[in-house]
């Protein structure tokens, strides 16, 4: 694939997710910059929020979000360390599975589907998140929007501490790469591929995003529910492709591209979470998700 038509289809796919989450209030006045909203009640979920930054948009900020990320695992409540402890397991299972699953992927293999995943890889080049964090930053900058260059800070964020762990992780699990053999080492100071770079990359881009932008809200129609269950699910969907080119490629194991998409979304949650002062504003969030109401013809109970 040549790098001109692949940054062609890289920079329009950018260009159109900020073109659909900025058209309902390209009119909309900006807030007051200097106003935080409440993390509960003004976090934003809508497509194009116009509010004002969730967090100051400084490096004082980007310190607190770095100790609130790596001080998390002090502070799980007991739900947390279950959530922890499934998540890691899963991974750990994978490792059984590993051989006959890239056995599966290499006896499946087909020209027409190595070139679609080959495509989708593109969402895992480093030149990915940099381009959509720039589009937002610049979107920001032409609307006087303190939120989208927050969206464009955490897009940076999540890719910096994003690829630090998996650089760790790499040291600390040290796998080699299907094509090359299956040896696992402990503590290698040559590293390895125990978490896919790729993926990680293409995750990173998940929560900024999605959490920020794609959140269906109360009042929001049919169509703009539509636009932003089909972004959320589109960018979800790509990430997962690259996960599973990395494994058609056989450049990866199962569990490297599942830690990768692991890290890169749950550290971008992470820190969204600290942007919003915890994760007081997903629980609000889920209590909203199901309206039940009464009426003479029984109960009519409704999924937002």
């Known amino acids: 694939m040549r790098w001109p038509r692949a940054l062609q289809r890289l920079a329009g796919t950018v260009l159109i997710v ?12 900006p807030a007051d910059v200097d106003t935080k909203p409440d993390p509960v009640e003004a976090a934003p979920g809508g497509i194009g929020s116009a509010w004002p930054s969730d ?4 490096w004082k900020q980007v310190g607190a979000d770095a100790h609130y990320l790596f001080a998390r695992p002090a502070h799980l409540d007991r739900m947390g360390w279950t959530k922890l402890a499934v998540a ?34 593109l969402m895992g080049r480093t030149a990915t998140p940099l ?17 989208d260059k927050e ?20 040291r600390v699990l040290a796998t080699e790469r299907p094509r090359h053999g ?12 125990s978490v896919s770079g790729d993926v990680t990359v293409a995750a990173s881009m998940l929560a900024p995003v999605i959490d920020r932008h794609l959140q269906v809200d109360a009042d ?24 599973a080119q990395r494994v058609n490629a056989n450049a990866h194991w199962l569990p490297d591209v599942y830690l990768g998409y692991l890290n890169g979304l749950c550290v971008g949650r992470i820190l969204v979470d600290s942007r919003r002062g915890g994760r007081a504003w997903r629980e609000e969030r889920k209590a909203h998700r199901v309206e039940v109401q009464s009426s003479l013809s029984g109960l009519r109970i409704t999924w937002r």
């Open 18 to 29: 900020v073109a659909v989450s900025r058209a309902p209030l390209l009119a909309a006045e």
């Open 55 to 58: 967090a100051p948009v400084s």
């Open 88 to 121: 890691l397991g899963v991974g750990a299972a994978l490792y059984l599975v590993r051989d006959d699953v890239r056995d599966y992927a290499q006896r499946h293999r087909d020209g027409s589907v190595d070139q679609l995943l080959n495509d989708a890889r």
């Open 131 to 147: 381009l959509a964090a720039g589009a937002f930053y610049i979107s920001g900058k032409a609307r006087d929007s303190q939120f």
């Open 151 to 170: 969206t464009a800070s955490l897009i940076l964020e999540n890719l910096a501490f994003a690829s630090a762990i998996t650089g760790v992780s790499q």
């Open 182 to 193: 299956d040896d696992i080492d402990l503590f290698s100071p040559a590293g390895g591929h």
């Open 220 to 243: 929001d129609g049919r169509g703009v529910r539509f636009w932003k269950h089909f972004g959320a699910v589109g960018l979800y969907g790509m990430a997962g492709l690259v996960a």
